[in-house]
């Protein structure tokens, strides 16, 4: 399948917005909560995966220009830049995520309407193409921001009810 720039574009405007909407109302401790993982794994926070998500989505827009991947991110598997990012931003503030997660879409929208058309045409690719400006997205959306919200909005609500009899 080739690609164009408007259903790119179009794509990744959806996802943002929906993405968006979720985490604009998280209150502090929403940001705390600790999305669905493996114990293997390091335990990401609801602003871990956004964090995540952003990075991806900063990687699409060195990829557009023609940029490498910095210098300690080369060479290493998923789960070593996982690491790294994790390291890299889970002593931030969720403002400052949020911040970013918004200021990577402005810069993304910008570089996607810059880059010549070749770069959505010139291969055949998967319908998902680019993957992490909306499938990424949306899979730590669902399974791991809304899911994180969901089991706590049912604790939550199991509390209350024991609370009450």
Do not use: C
């Not at 996802?15 to 968006?20: A, H, S, T």
């Not at 010549?116 to 055949?124: H, N, R």
């Amino acid at each position: 399948m080739r690609h164009n720039r408007e259903e790119v574009i179009k794509r990744t405007i959806r996802e943002f917005k929906l993405l968006d909407r979720l985490v604009a109302k998280l209150t502090n401790q929403d940001w705390k909560r600790l999305v669905p993982r493996p114990e293997t794994k390091e335990p990401w926070t609801v602003k871990d995966a956004l964090a995540h998500v952003t990075h991806f989505k900063a990687n699409i827009i060195r990829s557009i220009k023609g940029q490498h991947k910095p210098t300690e991110e080369r060479g290493l598997n998923i789960t070593e830049e996982n690491h790294v990012i994790y390291m890299r931003w889970r002593d931030r503030s969720p403002r400052e995520v949020l911040a970013w997660h918004r200021q990577v879409q402005k810069d993304l929208l910008a570089a996607l309407r810059a880059a010549p058309q070749e770069w959505f045409s010139s291969k055949e690719r998967g319908a998902d193409w680019p993957y992490d400006l909306d499938g990424h997205s949306s899979y730590h959306r669902v399974k791991d921001i809304e899911q994180a919200l969901t089991i706590s909005a049912r604790k939550q609500a199991e509390e209350t009810q024991e609370r009450l009899n």
